[in-house]
């Protein structure tokens, strides 16, 4: 059974970094797509990245180019999200997910496994 625990949420400066980690288990990924994804409150749940966990080509939502990194450590079945100069609309519950086709890396749809999500506010 696919489990995903995120963590790393918090509370943060207008300006400041966050760092979330999604552990993943039970199964090899090696074939899945990896994404994050956050939900504001009364929002839709929005793509925010993915990354495919063999060949590393990363996907970004243009909102968060530039200043949000995914990356993953194969040898720990750990996907990461590096949030820098976040500004107060990035608040949002982020969610990690798993998309075991490989492919159509921004529709949520595709992401078959959830984690329980994880807290981001961002103060002004």
């Known amino acids: 059974q696919v489990q995903l625990v995120e963590s790393g949420g918090g509370l943060v400066q207008a300006g400041g970094s966050l760092r979330l980690s999604c552990a993943a288990s039970g199964r090899t990924f090696s074939s899945y797509v990896m994404g994050w994804f956050r939900q504001a409150p009364g929002k839709e749940r929005d793509f925010v990245a993915a990354?495919?966990?063999?060949?590393?080509?990363?996907y970004y939502a243009d909102s968060v180019k530039g200043r949000f990194t995914i990356s993953r450590d194969n040898t720990k079945n750990t996907v990461f999200l590096q949030m820098n100069s976040l500004s107060p609309e990035d608040t949002a519950v982020y969610y990690c997910a798993a998309n075991p086709r490989g492919k159509a890396t921004t529709v949520l749809d595709m992401y078959d496994y959830w984690g329980q999500g994880t807290q981001v506010t961002v103060s002004s």
């Open positions: 990354i495919h966990w063999s060949f590393g080509a990363t």
